[in-house]
């Protein structure tokens, strides 16, 4: 896209030249208008095709702007008076000083929530214990795999983003999973995390799902939960500065792709980093990366699916939503600012799955020990769905929201233990990963450990809870939003 002046506009009169009072200001780039332009039509939810008939009656206006087209100066005035005049009134209430300053973003959104004491790398340490200790993963797959059989996905591609993929543990069940209902369908899966040390080990999962089913585009990005599905960053400011790039690999085999991803590593380290908030310890990306892979082999078939900067389509059939968000935040945070956004990425057809965690187990009877009546867990799947519904408004009634029954909601996984492990004395190791277990489930700030791990009675609260049942074992409940399909 390139800027003209329009006509009358060039600072001649009558032949002769005027003075230049002051240095003209640099034209917008393209991709800034495109980028106020976008943020517009996502946070009123207008068409672009609208957004252009509205300021300049022309409907084909912005993919024209997008494929280069040039724009003069007056066209320009119109956009830019449309977007001052008609902004919304939430982001004018900010006190933005224009429609393309940077909006307030997720994580900026928990840092307001979230309760202090809480650091997201020192976490990670509880995060691993808790993965390798711990069957949640699994259990969380099998159940996501269980809602393949509802999906009936169009042509090109069965489309899935996952909304935090962690170490990739889910995410590789469910590909698996995909592959053996679907082996020849072409797919396409977005996974977002902002942790560089998760990204890493989440890719080297990926070799064998590109090696079992070639037809895959696989998608990385640290995008917040409101840019993620549509791969774009909503501020002009955090779109310039946009990484994005796209891997081919070469071979047929997964020793060989596990290796050329492996060569990765360090654009990852260079860029994948993630800041701090002083004051909550949430992470908030230092700029936003796109990494896309798919196989050479298979490019030509892939093709169609491959997304490209500018042209992203937020259609899924699946969205994987497993603890997406802090269980003490508040049920609007949790619905505003994470599920929503996501519901509103579903195809006609496409399913949400929503899982966190349920409390109600020994591993809250531990928490309840040491800190009596302490209760993590006030939102419960109903009040989520209530939420949303509120925050879709008159647009809830083209989806479908289905909370199930307590016996097909909830389901249990276990901390790993040997049979004979809690029946005589317990080791102090599986004291520590039962205890670890049960403080990462509950979320409990490390201000507040701090209290209670100078003496034994943490460990002594641990090992009566798992006498008591022989193991330890934790709930999580699900809920499914679905995207009705539009009448034939």
């Known amino acids: 896209m390139r800027i003209e002046e329009s006509q009358g506009s060039t600072g001649q009169s009558n032949g002769h030249t005027q003075p230049a009072k002051s240095a003209p200001k640099s034209p917008p780039t393209a991709e800034q208008i495109l980028g106020e332009i976008r943020d517009y039509c996502r946070q009123t939810q207008t068409a672009e095709s609208t957004f252009g008939r509205l300021v300049v ?11 280069g087209a040039r724009i003069t100066t007056g066209t320009l005035d119109k956009v830019r008076a449309y977007l001052s ?18 909006p307030l973003n ?24 808790f993965v390798s200790t711990c069957s949640e993963k699994s259990e969380v797959g099998n159940r996501i795999s269980l809602e393949l059989g509802n999906l009936q996905p169009a042509p090109p591609a069965l489309r899935i983003f996952d909304a935090g993929v ?30 560089y040390e998760d990204v890493r080990l989440m890719l080297e999962k990926m070799a064998d799902r590109l090696f079992e089913h070639p037809a895959t585009v696989l998608v990385v990005t640290n995008l917040y939960y409101g840019e993620a599905p549509w791969l774009t960053p909503r501020s002009v400011t955090s779109a310039q ?24 590593e360090g654009f990852l380290a260079e860029h994948w980093r993630a800041g701090i908030s002083p004051t909550t310890g949430n992470p908030v990306y230092q700029r936003p990366v796109i990494l896309t892979l798919r196989r050479e082999d298979h490019s030509f078939l892939l093709d169609p699916i491959m997304p490209r900067p500018g042209r992203v ?25 994470v599920v929503t956004p ?66 097909r909601s909830i389901f249990r996984y276990h901390m790993h233990t ?40 943490y460990l002594e609260a641990t090992d009566r809870v798992l006498r008591k049942h022989g193991g330890l074992w934790f709930n999580d409940e699900t809920y499914v939003i679905s995207r009705r399909r539009a009448p034939a």
Not at 57 to 67: E, F, H, Q, T
Not at 313 to 337: C, G, N, T
């Open 106 to 129: 997720d994580a900026a959104a928990a840092n307001a929530v979230a309760p202090p004491g809480f650091r997201f790398f020192d976490n990670r340490q509880k995060y691993l214990l």
């Open 166 to 195: 962690g170490d990739g543990t889910v995410l590789s069940r469910v590909m698996r999973a995909v592959h053996a209902r679907f082996p020849t369908m072409p797919l396409y899966v977005v996974a977002k995390e902002i942790s």
């Open 342 to 407: 996501l519901v509103k990425s579903l195809r006609p057809g496409g399913r949400l799955i929503g899982i966190h965690s349920h409390g109600r187990d020994p591993g809250i009877e531990i928490i309840d020990q040491v800190w009596p009546g302490d209760d993590p867990f006030k939102t419960d799947r109903y009040a989520i769905l209530r939420q949303v519904k509120h925050e879709l408004g008159a647009a809830a009634r083209h989806y479908s929201f289905n909370a199930s029954s307590d016996a």
């Open 85 to 102: 005049e008609h902004r919304p009134a939430s982001t004018a209430a900010a006190g933005e000083a224009s429609p393309s300053a940077k």
């Open 313 to 337: 389509m937020a259609d899924y059939d699946l969205v994987i939503a497993s603890q997406p968000y802090r269980a003490r935040a508040s049920v609007e945070f949790k619905a505003s600012k």
């Open 241 to 264: 500065g946009l990484i994005w790039k796209d891997v081919t690999l070469t071979g047929n085999t997964a020793h060989g792709f596990a290796e050329q991803i492996g060569e990765l």
């Open 418 to 457: 040997l049979p004979d492990e809690v029946s005589g004395p317990i080791g102090t190791s599986t004291l520590f990963a039962a205890w670890n277990a049960a403080i990462y489930v509950a979320q409990i700030e490390d201000n507040r450990l701090s209290e209670v791990v100078r003496d034994g009675r």
């Open 57 to 67: 009656n022309d409907g084909k206006l912005v993919s024209r702007l997008r494929d």
